[in-house]
């Protein structure tokens, strides 16, 4: 039978589980990254020596102490992904409304199909369509021109080779109207100052009870860097995030750089 050296003091100390991770420019407004892999925390500071010529070697005090955070982001949020990066981008946005154009310029030279600049995000023929000639008058669909609709969900049209409205080589004007895709954008460049951010790394146990980690004051230490999986993988994107936790020296000595709170072990 074999000999052990100890027993288990605290069974509820022994954690289990991966964290959810939020962020946030304070407590009052923090958000859940949701999906991560690969969460790690790392605190770590130099001792400062002092080196006596007559005797041995003693630590003093501490200095570069800072805490890591690093993580793989699988929900690919821009909005949280720009907050996460401290304002060093800018974000924008497009909703899924209709928008009219008006005057487009063509020329219709021939049976030719032109594109008109502009197409609906679904691929399908942009609506109410009016294409004017050189004299201001209005041509007639499939009598002086046909539209049609490409693979690539573009929207064109053609002079009809007999329209007595539209001449070979004629100038016309387009009004359609087109709906795009929802979507938003993250451009960057210029700006150079990273905003520091809260982040709160909390382990919930079966009981409901957290292990919960509180850094008061980090920023992102490096860029984006995407590896994109092979097509008939089964991982998702997800990007590397690597953040550094500094001193809030707002706050009170002994709590400027983060603060754990257990209830699973109490």
């Known amino acids: 039978m074999p000999t052990y050296q100890t027993e288990a003091q605290n069974l509820a100390a022994v ?14 407004d923090l958000q859940d990254l949701g999906m991560v892999t690969s969460v790690q925390f790392a605190e770590s500071f130099t001792p400062v020596e002092l080196k006596p010529d007559n005797a041995v070697k003693y630590h003093k005090a501490i200095r570069e102490h800072v805490c890591k955070l690093s993580f793989e982001m699988w929900e690919l949020d821009l909005t949280k992904l720009a907050l996460l990066r401290g304002g060093i981008d800018t974000l924008d946005s497009t909703e899924a409304d209709s928008v009219s154009v008006s005057n487009e310029p063509h020329i219709l030279n021939d049976t030719d199909i032109v594109w008109l600049d502009y ?8 609506s109410t369509t009016v294409v004017t000639d050189a004299s201001s008058n209005a041509a007639v669909r499939n009598t002086d021109y046909v539209i049609v609709v490409g693979t690539d969900g573009r929207t064109g049209i053609a002079r009809v080779e007999d329209s007595t409205a539209i001449s070979d080589g004629e100038g016309v004007l387009v009004d359609y109207a087109y709906v ?8 960057t460049g210029g700006l150079n100052t990273i905003a520091d951010r809260y982040f709160r790394v909390t382990n919930i146990n079966s009981a409901r009870k957290k292990f919960q980690i509180d850094i008061y004051k980090a920023k992102i230490t490096g860029g984006l860097d995407f590896s994109y999986p092979a097509d008939d993988g ?3 994107l997800k990007p590397k995030i690597e953040v550094e936790g500094t001193y809030d020296i707002t706050r009170v000595a002994g709590d400027q ?3 754990i709170t257990d209830e699973q072990g109490v």
Do not use: Q
């Open 180 to 187: 795009p895709l929802a979507n938003k954008t993250m451009s």
């Open 257 to 259: 750089l983060f603060m």
């Open 234 to 236: 089964d991982d998702p």
């Open 119 to 126: 197409a609906n995000g679904d691929g399908t023929e942009v």
């Open 15 to 28: 954690r289990f589980g991966s964290a959810k991770i939020e962020i946030g420019t304070s407590t009052a």
